[in-house]
């Protein structure tokens, strides 16, 4: 488990990330194309979603981040 900052670097280095309350595999990671950009990504049965998303002062205060598997 890490803090944001770590968060941060694992995105950084290509990784997705989630915390580790998030459901349904949520996960943000860099988009494709746009590398600097990140996405929110879901699975919901077979089907994989993507959308915006807003973090909130506990995702950027809270040390539960983890790398998304």
Known sequence: ???IKQAGVWLEEGKAVR???WKQ???IAGQSGFPSLIALFWNEGRT???GEFVLSTSDLTTDDWE???
């Open 1 to 3: 488990m890490a803090d």
């Open 19 to 21: 915390r580790s309350t």
């Open 25 to 27: 595999n949520s996960r």
């Open 48 to 50: 994989k979603c993507e």
């Open 67 to 69: 790398i998304a598997e």
